[in-house]
């Protein structure tokens, strides 16, 4: 089992910037992949950026391309989100998800992060 906790939400206005954070614990050596997810009111999740835990490969949806960043602190297993200029339609709870290399997911509880104009 993998156990995941984000934190670093919060309320920000149009521009502005946040950094999440998310931490597995547990079985981590299993681990494939960490990355984030969103999901907006009355919408399904969605993919927002992920990292490859051997080689260190990130790969981001077309919408954050260029204003948001996924790093990580490998021997923590420990994963960030720097987003930067932030838009109204960013807002949204963001899930912090562990992929293990057999094909599990493990998620965290989500942090809300709310883009006001």
């Known amino acids: 089992q993998v156990q995941v906790v984000e934190s670093g939400g919060g309320l920000v206005q149009d521009g502005q910037s946040l950094r999440l954070s998310c931490t597995a614990s547990?079985?981590?050596?299993?681990?494939?992949?960490m990355g984030w997810f969103r999901q907006a009111p009355g919408k399904e999740r969605e993919f927002v950026a992920s990292?490859?835990?051997?080689?260190?490969?990130?790969y981001y949806a077309d919408s954050v391309k260029g204003r948001f960043s996924i790093s990580r602190e490998k021997v923590k297993y420990t994963v960030y989100l720097q987003m930067n200029s932030l838009k109204s339609e960013d807002t949204a709870v963001y899930y912090c998800?562990?992929?293990?290399?057999?094909?599990?997911?493990?998620w965290g509880q989500g942090t809300q992060v709310t883009v006001s104009p």
């Open positions: 998800n562990a992929h293990h290399r057999l094909g599990a997911d493990y």
């Open positions: 547990g079985r981590t050596w299993d681990i494939a992949s």
């Open positions: 990292m490859r835990w051997s080689g260190g490969s990130t």
